[in-house]
């Protein structure tokens, strides 16, 4: 009924926490696919100890490729009739896919989100995301605005259940840091029905060595970012029926744009120019026309960007020069 993938990379004070939670699920009817990827730890060893003992665990090695190559290795074994991803350092309520595959079949839906708890390793909840009062049915178009606009329904990857058939010909972006928000409207926009569940199962645990939060990092995770939300609204600008939330879009680009040419100005050496040069031009393809509703600092960042590259390069120099 369901394939579960997981990819694992270096978790080995976390895996076992992760594997027992999936594997003790009150729903059995599943394939369990961990995806090696490449790690240098224990982590193998772990994966191994565990598929002596379960049936349902299918174990992949591959060199390390990220995130998304995992993924996507999983994915091409994958034989189940709907996928569900883990990440190795999260672990999952008990009553998950159980409560969760039932909503699915009862509705007919096509993918079914859940809310998640953020927790410290030892389960400490820091906060409670992405639940709703009561349980909602969305229609496919009505849940990919919503997740295009991070308005509800979030681009996670793991706190949610997909009808397999829904990766024909969608592949998670290889290299990509938050490569969730690249791909999942992707898989909504070719939803029919998406049910948003009033109760929060995932565990995701707050980590201080997760990429997003290595030195040196940070201008990767801004630069990577942008893409996938330019890519965004791209797809909103190509498809009519989604024109109500242009703006939302645009303003979202706009914004990380610039925050990403304020950056380079503050720190010329840190991001390449190359990138720099191909970010003007896409933030000039940003098409405003004057009854777009986005903040007046960014259409007049984008006026003077547009009409002058260099004059709106040097304004920026001295205004960062003398604040």
């Not at 969730?180 to 645990?205: G, I, P, Q």
């Not at 840190?270 to 191909?278: K, L, R, T």
């Amino acid at each position: 009924m369901l394939s579960i993938i997981v990819p694992v990379y270096n978790v080995e004070i976390y895996l076992s926490k992760c594997l027992d939670s999936i594997l003790n699920q009150t729903f059995s009817d599943f394939e369990l696919i961990l995806v090696n990827d490449g790690s240098t730890d224990s982590s193998r060893d772990i994966c191994s100890r565990y598929l002596q003992k379960d049936s349902r665990i299918i174990l992949l090695d591959k060199e390390n490729g990220g995130l998304s190559s995992a993924r996507n290795y999983g994915l091409s074994v994958a034989s189940g009739k709907y996928i569900a991803f883990v990440d190795s350092d999260d672990w999952i309520d008990l009553e998950m896919y159980e409560s969760m595959i039932n909503s699915l079949e009862e509705t007919d839906t096509d993918i079914i989100v859940c809310g998640h708890k953020v927790v410290n390793f030892d389960g400490t909840i820091i906060d409670v995301i992405n639940t709703t009062k009561e349980s909602v049915i969305y229609t496919g178009l009505e849940a990919t605005k919503l997740i295009l606009k991070d308005e509800k329904i979030f681009s996670f990857a793991w706190d949610k259940i997909y009808r397999r058939k829904l990766f024909k010909n969608i592949t998670y972006p290889i290299g990509r840091i938050y490569e969730d928000t690249a791909t999942t409207y992707k898989l909504f926009n070719k939803a029919n029905k998406v049910f948003h569940l009033n109760k929060a199962y995932y565990y995701y645990v707050r980590r201080n060595d997760s990429i997003c939060h290595i030195p040196g990092k940070e201008i990767l995770r801004m630069q990577h970012n942008f893409l996938s939300f330019y890519e965004r609204y791209q797809f909103v600008m190509n498809h009519n029926e989604y024109q109500d939330i242009s703006d939302n879009c645009k303003e979202k680009v706009l914004k990380m744009g610039f925050n990403l040419i304020h950056y380079h100005i503050r720190t010329p050496k840190i991001v390449d120019e190359e990138f720099i040069q191909d970010l003007f031009n896409k933030l000039k393809e940003v098409k405003l026309d004057n009854n777009s509703f986005i903040s007046k600092k960014y259409r007049i960042e984008h006026f003077l960007l547009s009409n002058s590259q260099i004059l709106y390069y040097k304004f920026l120099q001295l205004f960062f020069y003398f604040k």
